[in-house]
């Protein structure tokens, strides 16, 4: 175990423990890192201590499934936006921490919502 848990609050251990549990990694990371960083502590290490939980938790951790790859399932997911799919673009990316890397795709939508014309106006949140 990374020597840097010792150092967290027991209030940020379980928030950090209750995280991995439901496979939010970044809340974890996050957490980690914004308690530790006063004392020196770098993301790359914040991450490293969350995959140490993830290790000591094991079975208990509810991974979240992967999203469907197939076109079927992500023809029906663009269909269900809240307006027409005018592009797909891709972003890639890498986790060297944990040795993967893997594709955002995002659908660029030509109107905000169903039937309302293109305007400066964002929607609301």
Known sequence: ????????EERTCREVDAAVLRDRRLSAVR????????LGIGLHEAERVVHTRYEALGDRVQHTPP???????????AAALPGRVAAV?????GDTVHDYWFVFLVAVLDFPRRGEPPG??????
Do not use: F
């Open 120 to 125: 400066d106006r964002l929607p609301p949140p």
């Open 67 to 77: 999203d469907p790859l197939d076109l079927p399932s992500l023809a029906a997911r």
């Open 89 to 93: 673009e891709a972003v890639w990316d």
């Open 1 to 8: 175990m990374s020597g840097w848990w010792a150092y967290l």
């Open 31 to 38: 957490s980690v890192w914004e308690a530790l960083r006063p």
